[in-house]
């Protein structure tokens, strides 16, 4: 896995690592940087997946040579070298990869509705 | 400090990785610790799992970035049969090595076995949840100084005012007499609000706690006793609850007993009795300070939102009662956690402990890592062969891995049975000071931070001799076939291992001379009396059996009787005990003087003491001037007192204070200063002396506002004190069997507890240097003995060529002073750090000592030319013609 080309296939990344798919749907709703997502991710969790840096950038880089996420052009402004903070955002084509993986999980609960597992979504 | 200690970890990871990510990363370390503390998580285990996240990510990285550059990749099935061939492999590899593998054990469980030993004290006393439900809700709520407590009024504003509260209680710490039984016992008792169970939320263990109306009758008819008090004189019986108790004269109905680990608010808390609600309820008195409080915070509160609120309630009163107020002590509302008030004083001292055995480990870690490097060097053909048939650098690396995770596994395991002894003989020798001692023991948390510290150093130990034996070339090595001196690579880091040990020690060292120098200096500096050779014991009547004159009688006859006895040099009675209690301190008004003379424009403080004749030789306080009390100093006769030295330069500076006067508060009745004492450090040897006042027990009901019924006698005798404790007892039953006589120790006990903690965490630190040293030492050792094995051909050239035996010992020397001088300025630099961050355990001494730096370098030096000598020699006895032939 090296350049992102045009017109890969999503499917081909599936099926996403937990913490993938953690940190692509928390930046669907907004770009985040790096201790942002860490929140998100503890707060949406309740604290049962805390990401030490490491880790967490260690995902971060494999994003972002699969060209799912990006770095957001450094926010401008007079932030002190201590706040350089840096951005990410979700890419076209890591949405698409993320719309993939919830399509299968998807079908993947609809299975398991149909078996009992789980009642079925209230409507 | 916190950010150079990330940015070296991020130097783990490959540089391609740190120059992309490494800025964020620290942005986000900065933001992650500011987080951890403002949420007051335990910061040392947040360091563990960042350091853990950092040695895993980068050491993926690093194998990562190997193997995608073109070699083979691994299946991950074959994973796990490869893990069982290297476990096998290693453990069949340190099995040929017994003394290497001895040393490498011994090295670790010894610095293993001290971190686990240590946390388990750290994890009893400071982690292990107060036996309260949601202790992080519990906290101790009172005012800062100079009013400390709470008056009724104020409670009660308080508690109907606090929004931020589950519940708040007010109670009072009293003492009282239980008369049945052969011996009357003295108890401590706690009377308690109504909302004072609830609040700590535990359940009895049998019967109940007190029902809502058992708070209207006054006095209290129910009690609630503790477990101890329940095996003491019930022996566990649960027939106990229904039965009474009298407790001070009055019969009172047991309703109910108290789990063992309930001690709230002290251990020695012997039962518990509802505050009679009118008390509260009765407008009172607004400036008599009494009551202390606890509270539990809602659901979802902060105390800071707490502590804001009663801010304002604070206000809010001082600003409608003016009259109650004095407006230079304003009153401020003072929140405390039940844990960190508990634990406070402790916290700093095993900080510097657990500090401490974090560098032994370190330096052991150093030690190992070091022999793993020189064993490497002799398999460096092993494994170059093994590159050229194929085996990938991840391969390789993670055999080397799996040897030294063996290595620390063992040691875990070792170090954990060497805790179990270490922690048992620690709370042996531990002075009963320390809080929450009963609760140290090996459970699953220090189990676990055991298992973290040994993978911790597996991986330490492993990854410096993992990373130099796959960077050497391969070619190179398999046409040296093996021999030669060892790459310039290898020989360097293990110089680095050796400077690192240095300057570990160093700080280690000087760390635990600033210690022992604050400790010398605070027994140097005294107390102001002599406490050996004293017997106390505290005595006390029941108030409505002995009024003014009966009570002045009996302590009177009391003193004289024991005074009598055999090899009784003096005897005396005090209120209160110095180092053991707390006096408090009362205003007074000094004749001839007014307001404007003192800095806050109020009259001064002093701490009252009440005593009867013979007390100031019975302690072993000087009298500088004047004269003791004596039988004229009675109720009728002129009031007197006698005052400290820090009394009279308090009240008349540079005058004779003696014949002057001075009264309480400003209204009482006149006291004439008839003699002059020393001045006595009443909280310790920590603390400074405070100014105090002495009154003649005999007139205290007049002069001094009451008249104590509670006294401490002291004994000065030359022999050992405590033979005296039934004799006393003796003569005190004769006078009247219904007194208790409680708390029977010698003075000395009493002041040892006060260095006591000190003592022992500044024996501890000061034993974990030296073994840092020895380390150190045997560290040294091992790469100049390695050094001088390496070079015997070039020394054996340079002796056929004509050097002098004295050239051959300046060389070896030279090169292990130079590690060891390195390794010294690097360790004086850090230990001017430590010196700081122990600042707050330093007395007497700057953090930045020339004494103890200079020791230290001294005792530095003897060890590295002791480490060198040997070595040397063997450099000396090096016969050219056996060097040159290469045998």
């Known amino acids: 896995m090296s350049r992102a080309k045009p017109d890969r296939d999503p499917n081909d990344l599936l099926p996403l690592k937990p913490i993938e798919l953690l940190i692509l749907t928390m930046l669907s709703g907004a770009d985040r940087h790096g201790y942002g997502l860490r929140q998100d991710i503890v707060e949406h969790t309740e604290g049962r997946v805390a990401l030490e840096a490491g880790n967490l950038y260690r995902h971060i880089r494999n994003l972002e040579n699969a060209s799912l996420v990006a770095v957001v052009d450094a926010r401008k402004g007079g932030h002190s070298d201590d706040e350089r903070r840096i951005y990410y955002r979700l890419e076209p084509f890591g949405r698409r990869v993320l719309a993939a993986e919830l399509l299968r999980l998807r079908a993947l609960i609809r299975v398991a509705e149909a078996n009992r597992v789980l009642a079925p979504a209230g409507t | 400090?916190?950010?150079?200690?990330?940015?070296?970890?991020?130097?783990?990871?490959?540089?391609?990785?740190?120059?992309?990510?490494?800025?964020?990363?620290?942005?986000?370390?900065?933001?992650?610790?500011?987080?951890?503390?403002?949420?007051?998580?335990?910061?040392?285990?947040?360091?563990?799992?960042?350091?853990?996240?950092?040695?895993?990510?980068?050491?993926?990285?690093?194998?990562?970035?190997?193997?995608?550059?073109?070699?083979?990749?691994?299946?991950?099935?074959?994973?796990?049969?490869?893990l069982r061939q290297d476990i096998a492999y290693s453990v069949r590899g340190l099995a040929r090595r017994p003394g290497f593998t001895l040393v490498v054990l011994a090295t670790l469980t010894l610095g293993i076995g001290a971190n686990a030993a240590i946390f388990s004290v750290v994890n009893g006393v400071l982690i292990r949840p107060l036996p309260y439900p949601e202790p992080e809700r519990v906290f101790q709520f009172g005012h800062k100084a100079p009013q400390w407590l709470t008056s009724d009024p104020q409670f009660g504003e308080y508690r109907r005012n606090m929004r931020s509260l589950d519940g708040l209680a007010a109670y009072v710490n009293r003492e009282g007499t239980i008369t049945s039984g052969d011996e009357p016992e003295r108890v401590r008792i706690v009377s308690a609000s109504a909302d004072f169970f609830p609040v700590l939320d535990v359940p009895p263990l049998i019967g109940r706690t007190f029902a809502p109306d058992e708070y209207a009758s006054s006095p209290a008819t129910v009690v609630v006793i503790s477990h101890s008090l329940w095996m003491r004189r019930f022996a566990g019986d649960s027939t106990a609850v229904g039965k009474t108790l009298p407790v001070n004269g009055s019969e009172r109905v047991i309703v109910g007993v108290m789990p063992p680990e309930f001690a709230f608010p002290e251990r020695r808390t012997d039962l518990w009795m509802p505050l009679p609600r009118s008390v509260l309820d009765t407008p009172g008195d607004w400036s008599n300070y009494y009551l202390f409080m606890v509270a539990r915070l809602a659901r979802g509160s902060t105390l800071d939102r707490a502590r804001n609120e009663a801010t304002g309630i604070a206000q809010r009163m001082m600003r409608d009662f003016p009259q109650h107020f004095n407006p230079t002590r304003p009153l401020t509302p003072d929140l405390n956690l039940v844990n960190d008030r508990l634990v406070g004083s402790t916290r700093p001292y095993l900080y510097a402990l657990l500090g401490t055995v974090g560098f032994v480990l370190l330096i052991a870690c150093a030690n190992v890592a070091n022999l793993l490097l020189a064993r490497g060097e002799?398999?460096?053909?092993?494994?170059?062969?093994?590159?050229?048939?194929?085996?990938?650098?991840?391969?390789?690396?993670?055999?080397?891995?799996?040897?030294?995770?063996?290595?620390?596994?063992?040691?875990?395991?070792?170090?954990?049975?060497?805790?179990?002894?270490?922690?048992?003989?620690?709370?042996?020798?531990?002075?009963?000071?320390?809080?929450?001692?009963?609760?140290?023991?090996?459970?699953?948390?220090?189990?676990?931070?055991?298992?973290?510290?040994?993978?911790?150093?597996?991986?330490?130990?492993?990854?410096?001799?993992?990373?130099?034996?796959?960077?050497?070339?391969?070619?190179?090595?398999?046409?040296?076939?093996?021999?030669?001196?060892?790459?310039?690579?290898?020989?360097?880091?293990?110089?680095?291992?050796?400077?690192?040990?240095?300057?570990?020690?160093?700080?280690?060292?000087?760390?635990?001379?600033?210690?022992?120098?604050?400790?010398?200096?605070?027994?140097?500096?005294?107390?102001?009396?002599?406490?050996?050779?004293?017997?106390?014991?505290?005595?006390?009547?029941?108030?409505?059996?002995?009024?003014?004159?009966?009570?002045?009688?009996?302590?009177?006859?009391?003193?004289?009787?024991?005074?009598?006895?055999?090899?009784?040099?003096?005897?005396?009675?005090?209120?209160?005990?110095?180092?053991?209690?707390?006096?408090?301190l009362w205003g007074y008004e000094p004749e001839g003087r007014n307001y404007s003379n003192y800095p806050d424009g109020n009259w001064p403080d002093a701490a009252p003491q009440q005593v009867t004749p013979g007390y100031f030789a019975a302690i072993g306080l000087p009298l500088l001037a004047g004269r003791d009390f004596g039988s004229a100093d009675r109720p009728g006769a002129q009031l007197t007192a006698i005052v400290s030295k820090r009394f009279a330069e308090q009240s008349w500076p540079g005058a004779d204070p003696l014949g002057r006067r001075f009264r309480l508060g400003g209204d009482g009745p006149w006291l004439t200063i008839v003699g002059v004492v020393g001045d006595l450090r009443a909280r310790g040897f920590g603390a400074e002396p405070a100014p105090t006042m002495y009154f003649p027990y005999a007139q205290t009901a007049t002069s001094a506002y009451f008249m104590?019924?509670?006294?401490?006698?002291?004994?000065?005798?030359?022999?050992?004190?405590?033979?005296?404790?039934?004799?006393?007892?003796?003569?005190?039953?004769?006078?009247?069997?219904?007194?208790?006589?409680?708390?029977?120790?010698?003075?000395?006990?009493?002041?040892?507890?006060?260095?006591?903690?000190?003592?022992?965490?500044?024996?501890?630190?000061?034993?974990?240097?030296?073994?840092?040293?020895?380390?150190?030492?045997?560290?040294?050792?091992?790469?100049?003995?390695?050094?001088?094995?390496?070079?015997?051909?070039?020394?054996?050239?340079?002796?056929?060529?004509?050097?002098?035996?004295g050239t051959v010992l300046r060389l070896v020397l030279r090169e292990g002073l130079v590690l060891c001088a390195s390794g010294l300025v690097i360790g004086l630099a850090?230990?001017?750090?430590?010196?700081?961050?122990?600042?707050?355990?330093?007395?007497?001494?700057?953090?930045?000592?020339?004494?103890?730096?200079?020791?230290?370098?001294?005792?530095?030096?003897?060890?590295?030319?002791?480490?060198?000598?040997?070595?040397?020699?063997?450099?000396?006895?090096?016969?050219?013609?056996e060097a040159l032939r290469g045998t």
């Not at chain 2, 240095?502 to 760390?511: H, I, P, R």
């Not at chain 2, 120098?517 to 006390?540: D, W």
């Not at chain 2, 029977?744 to 500044?762: C, E, M, Y």
Request: charged share 20%; glycine share 10%; proline share 5%.
């Open chain 2, 830 to 881: 850090g230990s001017v750090a430590a010196g700081r961050l122990i600042r707050a355990l330093l007395v007497g001494v700057s953090p930045v000592d020339w004494v103890t730096l200079g020791t230290v370098c001294l005792l530095l030096a003897v060890v590295s030319v002791l480490a060198c000598i040997i070595p040397a020699r063997r450099a000396m006895a090096v016969s050219p013609v």
């Open chain 2, 378 to 584: 002799a398999r460096r053909t092993e494994m170059a062969v093994r590159t050229a048939l194929g085996a990938t650098t991840r391969r390789l690396t993670a055999q080397l891995l799996t040897e030294s995770a063996v290595l620390s596994a063992i040691g875990g395991v070792l170090g954990l049975a060497l805790a179990w002894l270490g922690s048992r003989a620690l709370v042996a020798g531990a002075p009963a000071s320390i809080p929450r001692l009963e609760e140290i023991a090996i459970d699953p948390t220090v189990v676990a931070f055991t298992a973290a510290v040994s993978v911790f150093t597996g991986l330490l130990i492993g990854l410096v001799p993992a990373w130099r034996i796959t960077r050497a070339p391969v070619a190179g090595t398999l046409k040296e076939g093996g021999r030669g001196a060892g790459t310039s690579g290898t020989s360097r880091a293990r110089r680095a291992l050796v400077v690192a040990e240095v300057a570990l020690a160093v700080v280690m060292l000087s760390g635990s001379g600033l210690l022992l120098r604050s400790l010398l200096h605070l027994q140097r500096a005294g107390l102001g009396f002599e406490p050996s050779g004293v017997l106390t014991a505290r005595v006390a009547l029941l108030q409505r059996a002995y009024d003014d004159n009966r009570s002045t009688e009996f302590f009177f006859q009391l003193v004289e009787r024991v005074a009598a006895l055999p090899d009784v040099s003096a005897a005396g009675a005090s209120g209160w005990l110095p180092v053991a209690d707390d006096g408090g």
């Open chain 2, 708 to 805: 104590p019924r509670s006294m401490v006698l002291l004994i000065r005798t030359g022999g050992d004190p405590s033979r005296l404790t039934p004799v006393v007892r003796g003569i005190v039953r004769s006078l009247d069997p219904r007194v208790p006589v409680s708390e029977v120790r010698t003075l000395d006990v009493v002041v040892g507890a006060s260095v006591a903690n000190r003592k022992f965490s500044t024996t501890l630190v000061l034993g974990f240097a030296a073994l840092a040293l020895v380390l150190a030492g045997i560290g040294t050792y091992g790469v100049i003995a390695y050094g001088v094995t390496q070079r015997t051909f070039e020394i054996g050239v340079r002796q056929a060529l004509g050097a002098e035996r």
């Open chain 2, 1 to 82: 400090m916190s950010d150079w200690v990330f940015a070296a970890l991020l130097r783990l990871y490959p540089r391609e990785f740190r120059q992309r990510y490494g800025t964020a990363m620290r942005a986000f370390h900065r933001e992650r610790m500011r987080a951890a503390r403002q949420r007051g998580e335990f910061m040392p285990v947040v360091w563990v799992r960042v350091m853990l996240d950092a040695i895993g990510s980068a050491f993926a990285e690093r194998t990562r970035t190997r193997d995608s550059s073109g070699r083979l990749n691994i299946p991950p099935e074959k994973t796990v049969p490869h």
